[in-house]
């Protein structure tokens, strides 16, 4: 059980439950997961927790600091450890998530910093773009019919992580 999170939740005059302890740990084991994906893995052990708990503790875990979300494209956000801190390379072709570290855009948030004022989470940043695979396979020739066969597979391979 996670003490400093039962801690923190006993401070709130919440306690822990057995369901949030399962969120939580599904949450650490996958790294990035879709509160579906998290209702998955937390229904493999107890049967009966629903989407609506798990989307409920998410969003408690998420006010307590424990867990963050990000956004990597259409649909559901996607949830981490708080202190899972990267930017998110998300590739539109064949929806591949890479990890860069935050300082990649330091440059950027320092001057949105010093021009805007405002201070950008760079662990709450998803870019979209291409991977290099896709970039080798686009420069390589593949007719688009046969990549989109490929992306297809890896979506669906991908959502079973």
């Given at each position: 059980?996670?003490?400093?999170?039962?801690?923190?939740?006993?401070?709130?005059?919440?306690?822990?439950?057995?369901?949030?302890?399962?969120?939580?740990?599904?949450?650490?084991?996958?790294?990035?997961?879709?509160?579906?994906?998290?209702?998955?893995?937390?229904?493999?052990?107890?049967?009966?927790?629903?989407?609506?708990?798990?989307?409920?503790?998410?969003?408690?875990?998420?006010?307590?600091?424990?867990?963050?979300?990000?956004?990597?494209?259409?649909?559901?956000?996607?949830?981490?450890?708080h202190q899972?801190?990267?930017?998110?390379?998300?590739?539109?072709?064949?929806?591949?998530?890479?990890?860069?570290?935050?300082?990649?855009?330091?440059?950027?948030?320092?001057?949105?910093?010093?021009?805007?004022?405002?201070?950008?989470?760079?662990?709450?940043?998803?870019?979209?773009?291409?991977?290099?695979?896709?970039?080798?396979?686009?420069?390589?020739?593949?007719?688009?019919?046969?990549?989109?066969?490929?992306?297809a597979a890896?979506?669906?391979?991908?959502?079973?992580?």
């Amino acid at each position: 059980m996670d003490t400093s999170l039962k801690g923190t939740l006993h401070k709130r005059g919440l306690r822990m439950t057995p369901q949030r302890q399962l969120v939580l740990d599904a949450v650490r084991d996958l790294g990035h997961a879709t509160p579906e994906q998290v209702c998955t893995r937390v229904q493999a052990t107890a049967p009966a927790v629903n989407i609506t708990t798990v989307y409920r503790t998410l969003d408690l875990l998420e006010e307590l600091g424990v867990v963050r979300h990000a956004h990597l494209g259409h649909g559901a956000p996607t949830y981490s450890e708080h202190q899972h801190r990267h930017v998110h390379l998300v590739c539109h072709r064949c929806g591949r998530v890479d990890e860069a570290p935050t300082e990649l855009l330091s440059g950027v948030a320092e001057r949105t910093q010093a021009d805007l004022g405002f201070r950008l989470d760079a662990t709450h940043v998803a870019l979209s773009g291409t991977c290099a695979d896709c970039a080798a396979e686009h420069d390589a020739g593949t007719p688009d019919h046969e990549h989109d066969e490929n992306d297809a597979a890896a979506r669906a391979v991908e959502g079973d992580r």
